[in-house]
């Protein structure tokens, strides 16, 4: 298939109809608001429902009974709406419901500001809502990954019937890009016997449930998922490593920051200061193995983790490094997106020893 | 020798917990006994509430879901929406269908989804140990409203089958009560009215059951459904709220 010209958000709802999602709850908010446009217009062209709910408490209740029902579905908001879903998140990871959830992030906390940021990188890998649970978190850096994401996402959902969420930000939800939606292998999934499709019994009676009142059930529940998540890891963990054979600095970032650190490894060539990429793709479950590799190399000196947030990633790298080597951070938030040459900067201060 | 009664198909063998006197099991039996005479067990989804009946999905024999606080509304809207030929319905209490649930049962009925709801009301959260309710009357005492309700302070007893009955989405929306024989009766005709103007595709149904909490009431069974007959009915009137051509 040629490529197309596609703003981000739209190419989201493309690849899900393409990859089979019939069922799109939501509610608006800035910048995520084509999602839904997109889904209300094609939806209904392929035999789908898209459904405006009266909150965002309310769409991901609504994506809970769907996706219990036995559907493929999703929904999309920005970080207040997120905010507001984290509930119904909790019960959709507790009864171990499948569905794709799409974080266009902006500026916060509170209402904060509607220009791209990464703020909500902790309430995104390390539970957001309440009780032992983690999201799968898949994060683009163009808008090719991101069809690419969302189409293997709702395959992943499906494998491990676990949520899955895209962390996207304003920029990559409002830029177009020529994107190709490409014919995919899909994965052999499970059938979903669990599902409430009506009762015949020839099957278990199906209950769609997270209320687990005995202690000693619920702990086994709770370690069952867990022991699911360790085949989350040990499969879908994704990243990528670019230029980091010989750099003195890795630098690390994900989404759009990612893209902007390409530009500083070139603009550091040029003065010869080598610098590499570590780009984790899957940020729950976080690459830790990767940057152990890296850590040990004697022409590696130190690392830095680049955000649009007062740093919330960098954490993760820090852990993941150890104390081995030094772990610094340089950040923009509130909607401000880092300049190259501030970040190259910052690479040169590591190097001459000023931070 | 023939079987004159016995458990309908549509209730599990699990036995209830609820307190005695309570009248949940009343109503739980009512509907299992209008999906079985409507044949609608293998074809009905069932959603239940945060409350006392959270273990509905214990007791109702077909397939169920069990939602979040307030939400089973938006909880089956999802369900319907995938499967438009099946029965679906939620039971709710008045805490969870009125209180936090109010926005998810208003959208509902104004959508005019092809659900029913069976809303228990008996004036008091019944699972969290007897805290004040929308549907709590004025005067009333509960742990939460130990000077009892005032409408100064806790505002007013809220009649939601009213409310809920100026919405251009509702088919069909009736108040009744399970305090005497002929009044169940009269509960079950409605339920079954309900279920059926569902599978007619009428629209929006629900039915609202004045109900007893003798254990948070502090009263006996049988002075609970005195209570329910002299201080609940007056307030809140029974009949046919709104039901459409």
Redesign the interface.
């Known amino acids: 298939m040629s490529k197309v010209l596609m703003k981000g958000n739209e190419a989201i709802a493309e690849a899900a109809i393409q990859a089979g999602c019939r069922y799109f709850f939501g509610y608006p908010i800035t910048p995520q608001n084509e999602i839904p446009a997109y889904m209300a217009k094609r939806l209904p062209m392929v035999g789908g429902c898209f459904l405006q709910a009266e909150s965002e408490v309310a769409a991901i209740n609504m994506v809970y009974g769907a996706a219990g029902a036995g559907a493929r579905v999703m929904t999309s908001s920005s970080s207040p709406g997120i905010s507001l879903k984290q509930e119904g998140i909790s019960y959709i990871a507790g009864a171990e419901l499948p569905c794709l959830i799409v974080n266009i992030v902006r500026g916060g906390p509170g209402l904060g500001g509607i220009q791209p940021a990464q703020s909500d990188y902790f309430q995104a890998v390390k539970g957001g809502g309440h009780g032992d649970y983690h999201l799968i978190v898949l994060a683009p850096s163009t808008i090719q990954e991101m069809v690419d994401l969302v189409q293997e996402g709702f395959d992943i959902a499906d494998q491990y019937r676990n949520p899955v969420m895209i962390l996207g930000d304003g920029m990559l939800g409002q830029m177009m890009e020529p994107v190709e939606f490409k014919e995919r292998k899909p994965r052999q999934l499970p059938p979903k016997d669990w599902a409430t499709t009506g009762w015949k019994g020839d099957r278990p009676r199906a209950v769609i449930n997270s209320l687990f009142i005995d202690p000693q059930v619920l702990e086994e529940h709770v370690q069952r998922i867990y022991k699911k998540y360790e085949a989350i890891k040990a499969n879908e963990t994704k990243v990528e490593c670019y230029n980091c054979e010989d750099a003195e600095i890795i630098v690390s970032a994900y989404g759009t920051t990612a893209r902007i650190v390409r530009s500083v490894i070139e603009l550091a060539a040029k003065e010869g200061i080598k610098v590499g990429l570590i780009r984790p793709i899957t940020l729950w479950p976080f690459p830790a193995d990767t940057f152990s590799s890296w850590v040990e190399r004697d022409h590696v000196k130190a690392f830095l983790t680049v955000e649009m947030s007062m740093g919330q990633m960098v954490e993760d790298v820090t852990l993941s490094v150890g104390g081995r080597k030094p772990s610094y951070f340089y950040g923009r938030t509130g909607g401000m997106v880092p300049n190259p040459f501030d970040i190259l900067d910052e690479i040169k201060k590591i190097r001459g020893g000023n931070r | 020798m023939a079987i004159v009664f016995k458990k309908p198909e549509s209730l599990t063998d699990n036995p209830f917990h609820y307190c005695p006197g309570c009248t949940h099991g009343i109503v739980h039996r009512l509907i299992a006994e209008v999906m079985d005479e409507l044949n609608i067990?293998?074809?009905?989804?069932g959603?239940a509430p945060v409350g006392c009946a959270?273990f509905a999905?214990d007791y109702f024999?077909?397939?169920?879901?069990?939602?979040?606080h307030g939400?089973a509304p938006?909880?089956?809207?999802?369900?319907k929406?995938?499967?438009p030929d099946?029965v679906v319905f939620t039971y709710q209490g008045d805490g969870d269908l009125a209180s936090i649930g109010a926005?998810?049962i208003?959208?509902a009925a104004n959508r005019g989804e092809k659900i029913t709801t069976i809303f228990i009301n008996n004036a008091i959260y019944g699972m969290t140990g007897g805290q004040m309710a929308p549907t709590t009357l004025l005067g009333q005492v509960t742990v939460t409203s130990p000077y009892g309700r005032q409408a100064e302070t806790e505002g007013y007893p809220i009649r939601m089958s009213e409310m809920l009955a100026t919405l251009a989405g509702v088919a069909y929306i009736e108040r009744v009560s399970v305090h005497d024989i002929k009044h169940i009766n009269q509960a079950k005709k409605a339920i079954r009215k309900a279920f059926e103007y569902q599978i007619a595709g009428k629209g929006f149904t629900m039915v609202e059951v004045l109900s007893t909490c003798p254990t948070n009431w502090g009263m006996t069974p049988v002075e609970s459904l005195e209570w329910v007959k002299d201080r609940m009915i007056p307030y809140y009137p029974l009949g046919v709220k709104k039901e459409a051509e």
């Open positions: 067990r293998q074809d009905t989804i959603v959270v999905y024999n077909c397939d169920m879901q069990e939602a979040a939400r938006a909880v089956a809207t999802g369900i929406r995938v499967h099946k926005a998810e208003v959208h």
